[in-house]
């Protein structure tokens, strides 16, 4: 996947960030972005059709959008790298996070669902949260 507006800002190990479905990099993680660039060297691309990236030319294949993520992070010069994904980009994050982009590599994910509630659209959700690492 090519031609992903895409963030990648900051110092210190590498994170890759992956917004939720009709979100974007600044939606979902703007408030945050400063403080994680100040840790983390913060790799964050809007995903097709959604900021500043232009629509896939199909449906989008999770296994594919997951590879594509991987691929831009160690295109990016990062052969290891955290993975935090908000909403659909959970999905998108263990994916990937499973994706191994090269031989004996070891990925690792965390889920959590804190007790809190959201309210969107009159529905109380759960917040979920996926943080994991590829190495």
Do not use: W
């Not at 889920?111 to 190495?135: I, L, N, T």
């Amino acid at each position: 996947m090519t031609g992903l507006s895409t963030v990648v800002k900051g110092t210190g190990p590498a994170l890759l960030l992956v917004h939720g479905a009709g979100g974007s990099v600044q939606a979902n993680y703007g408030p945050i972005l400063g403080t994680l660039t100040q840790y983390f060297t913060v790799i964050a691309p809007d995903l097709p059709g959604s900021g500043g990236s232009p629509k896939a030319g199909g449906p989008l294949d999770l296994e594919k959008l997951a590879d594509d993520l991987v691929d831009l992070a160690v295109g990016a010069g990062h052969e290891s790298f955290f993975v935090c994904g908000c909403s659909m980009g959970c999905a998108v994050a263990v994916t990937g996070g499973g994706a191994a982009p090269r031989p004996g590599a070891r990925a690792g994910a965390e889920h959590a669902v804190p007790e809190d509630r959201r309210r969107d659209q009159g529905e109380d959700r759960p917040v979920e949260v996926v943080a994991g690492r590829v190495s």
